[in-house]
């Protein structure tokens, strides 16, 4: 059985680590080995986990496209395993051209590229458009995978 190539959101949850709220992707429009899309309009709701007394404030898209990034693992793990665990190690040349995305009109477009990796770390490229396809967000992020913290082993005489 593959992966599907869509997906609505209940499916998303079960991929990523993200639930209830926290999960904010409501559809996987498209995927390959390379790339994903999604879409979603949790931007504008005003239970958003994220949003603050300001609204939601634009370096939230940098969780959008973690989040997208997370499912497209997820979507590239072999059949029946538990998809590597990961966390955001850093984002780069993250370029923000609004202040918030709670007032943005329709869904979020949030895509990410894997540019290079191995199975420890991985660097994407990301964007989030707004419907009309004007850029929002972009940047570059490092995922790192399953990567055990260095411990310091010490003897005593």
């Known amino acids: ?19 209830g709220s926290m999960c904010l992707l409501e559809r996987l429009e498209s995927w390959d080995a390379e790339a994903i899309h999604c879409s979603t309009t949790t931007h504008a709701q005003a239970d958003n986990p994220l949003r603050t007394a300001g609204g939601l404030l634009a370096p939230n898209a940098i969780e959008y496209a973690a989040q997208a990034m997370a499912l497209h693992g997820g979507l590239l793990a072999a059949e029946g395993s538990t998809p590597s665990a ?7 040349n993250v370029k ?9 009109a329709g869904a979020l477009q949030v895509s990410a590229k894997r540019l290079s990796g191995d199975d420890r770390q991985i660097l994407y490229e990301f964007t989030v458009k707004a419907d009309d ?4 967000a972009e940047g570059r992020a ?8 260095a411990t310091t082993t010490t003897t005593t005489e």
């Open 86 to 92: 990961g966390f955001l190690a850093s984002a780069r």
């Open 142 to 149: 490092v995922v790192v995978l399953n990567t055990p913290l």
């Open 96 to 104: 923000l051209a609004v202040a918030r995305l709670d007032d943005i």
């Open 133 to 136: 396809g004007r850029m929002l």
């Open 1 to 19: 059985m593959t992966a599907p190539q869509t997906l609505d959101r209940a499916g998303i949850a079960q991929r990523i680590p993200h639930s």
